[in-house]
């Protein structure tokens, strides 16, 4: 059994002037030309790019003939809050297609939204599939598969002909073979790769030409920030606030970016702690020259005691200096 990487110290959180704990992790950056301008950690060893790797999976589904508009596109990338304009789409496409919500294989779930979540509970409802996170990707892979004349039974199975198309054009983004296959909590298939592979699909994707699948993602998510995340997420302020600029968060502390130009990050964070991401997501942004008021926002979270805030979460001094 492969061990995870353990990475590098890269940000610290601090409790009242006292460093309480540290998290490890790598990053990769590259440069307008593909060049390694920032590199930390392991970011050549495979990992499991969790939802990072939606985008890639949605040029995948649109090789193999999946057609949506922009809105319905930047939902197949998601990883959405379960609010009511995430959760409406989706059942218009399931009810358009002629697909009940029992056609989705991803988990019943409450939505990611704490909000949304609250507001479902207090109307009487409860979990439900499209209010999975993943709903978005699930209804593309069905829609992918009515496309094609596949089985919509089992299509989250790696041998099923979707997820066959979907690896090669994974492979094909990244400039490298799939190292492992897991199951990803929504129950479809999750490939392992560098994050280095992870940061040069993502170059592919903001720098295709108009018009092809890699650029139709790109543009779609850039377009509706708020479907691929939801209020309040740092993904979707992240791409309100920073021009041009394409992200996507994943569990156990992934994170991906790219630039119009072809900046390109990846991370992971080796415990996997969500609030250690966005630090280091502003660090190597802001060593590849990007500047914005969201990046200023996001660069240290709170952490509170008593109510109220006594330290942050921090990129820790010279991690990135390298």
């Not at 979907?166 to 492992?180: N, Y």
């Not at 992934?254 to 415990?271: E, Q, T």
């Not at 990046?295 to 942050?312: K, M, S, T, W, Y």
Request: glycine residues 12%.
């Amino acid at each position: 059994m492969a061990e995870p990487d353990v990475g590098v110290e890269l940000v610290e959180v601090v409790r009242s002037g006292f460093v309480e704990c540290v998290h490890h992790g790598s990053v990769i950056a590259l440069d307008a030309d593909a060049g390694v301008a920032l590199k930390a950690g392991e970011p050549d060893r495979p990992c499991f790019p969790r939802s990072t790797a939606k985008p890639l999976q949605a040029v995948g589904m649109l090789r193999a003939g999946l057609r949506l508009d922009p809105p319905a596109l930047a939902l197949a990338a998601a990883s959405h809050s379960g609010e009511r304009a995430h959760v409406s789409r989706i059942r218009d496409l399931l009810t358009r297609n002629g697909l009940p919500e029992s056609a989705l294989l991803c988990p019943p779930a409450l939505p990611l939204g704490e909000a949304a979540a609250h507001d479902v509970v207090a109307a009487g409802g409860g979990e439900a599939r499209v209010f999975m996170n993943c709903s978005g990707k699930h209804t593309a892979m069905l829609l992918t598969c009515l496309a094609n004349g596949w089985p919509t039974e089992r299509y989250v199975e790696p041998a099923h002909p979707l997820q066959v198309a979907i690896r090669a054009a994974v492979e094909d983004l990244a400039a490298e073979p799939v190292t492992a296959v897991g199951v990803d909590g929504c129950g479809a298939p999750v490939l392992a790769l560098s994050l280095t592979g992870v940061a040069r699909a993502y170059r592919r994707l903001v720098t295709a030409e108009p018009g092809t699948p890699e650029r139709a993602v790109a543009d779609a998510m850039r377009a509706y920030p708020d479907l691929v995340g939801g209020t309040g997420r740092d993904v979707t302020r992240l791409m309100a606030g920073v021009p041009g600029l394409l992200a996507k968060d994943g569990a156990e502390g992934v994170y991906a970016a790219a630039l119009p130009d072809g900046r390109a990050v990846a991370l992971r964070i080796s415990d996997g702690a969500s609030r250690a991401r966005a630090p280091v997501l502003v660090g190597a942004l802001r060593r590849l020259g990007v500047h914005a008021l969201v990046l200023d926002e996001l660069a240290e979270a709170r952490v509170l005691g008593g109510g109220r805030q006594v330290g942050v979460v921090r990129l820790r001094p010279g991690a990135l200096a390298g």
